[in-house]
């Protein structure tokens, strides 16, 4: 079935570091691809997504491409901030976008 | 404006009774999710709603789960006979047409259910 794998944290890193969050995924098909961030006591919030294959996400200074070769959408950012420390998740959708799959989420802590 | 609405935040239970989960979605989102996430998990799909109908249910775990949404608006989601592995936070999203690309759902901010 449909899945997404996403490196295990927590991840912790000094601001101004060099961050990636690793996602593989399982799909049949041609899904869309989707970050999504939960800082601490709110929400799920849409970070950022790629719906085609080679196709480049990009929000706040976090980017992600879509490889389909490699069934990776790898997140990375140049230069991390104590607020950028949440927990990340990967998700896929597929064709009508009706429900998603998580990955199990990777929490960044990030230190001043 | 507002946001996805979920009450109560929390709700602490005993094994074997009833519960009731509501979820106000953003006004004129006609589709609405829900998801559970158990600790240290990402969130899992139960069941999303397009209108008053349950569009796909195929997430819902067993019979004690059941959910409505008989206005096209605000949903419930059941639970009947409570064990300890329902415990959870129980998350509500609703978008506003299903099936485009550009198909953003937003997310509440749970209701931590605890069965004890």
């Known amino acids: 079935g449909d899945s997404v794998t996403q490196m295990e944290g927590p991840v912790t890193l000094s601001e101004e570091a060099f961050l990636t969050i690793n996602c593989t995924y399982t799909?049949?098909?041609?899904?869309?691809l989707f970050w999504y961030v939960q800082y601490p006591g709110e929400g799920l919030q849409l970070l950022l997504k790629a719906t085609k294959a080679d196709d480049k996400g990009s929000n706040k200074g976090f980017e992600a491409t879509y490889r389909k070769e490699t069934t990776s959408f790898h997140l990375e950012k140049g230069s991390v901030q104590v607020s950028d420390s949440a927990v990340y998740f990967c998700?896929?959708?597929?064709?009508?976008?009706?429900?998603?799959?998580f990955g199990s989420g990777t929490k960044l802590n990030v230190k001043p | 404006g507002a946001g996805v609405s979920q009450t109560p935040s929390n709700k602490v239970t005993e094994k074997g009774k009833y519960v009731e989960l509501r979820c106000d979605p953003i006004s004129g989102h006609t589709a609405l999710y829900w998801y559970r996430q158990s600790l240290g998990q990402g969130p899992e799909f139960l069941i999303y709603?397009?209108?008053?109908?349950?569009?796909?249910d195929s997430g819902l775990p067993n019979d004690r789960f059941f959910a409505v949404r008989p206005e096209g608006s605000v949903s419930t989601l059941k639970i009947q006979r409570t064990e300890r592995g329902d415990s959870a936070v129980y998350l509500c999203?609703?978008?506003?047409?299903?099936?485009?690309?550009?198909?953003?759902?937003?997310f509440g901010p749970g209701t931590r259910l605890t069965v004890l």
């Open positions: 799909a049949t098909g041609y899904p869309s």
């Open positions: 998700a896929l959708n597929k064709g009508n976008f009706n429900k998603f799959y």
């Open positions: 999203a609703s978008s506003f047409l299903a099936g485009a690309s550009y198909n953003e759902q937003f």
């Open positions: 709603f397009q209108g008053t109908g349950a569009a796909d």
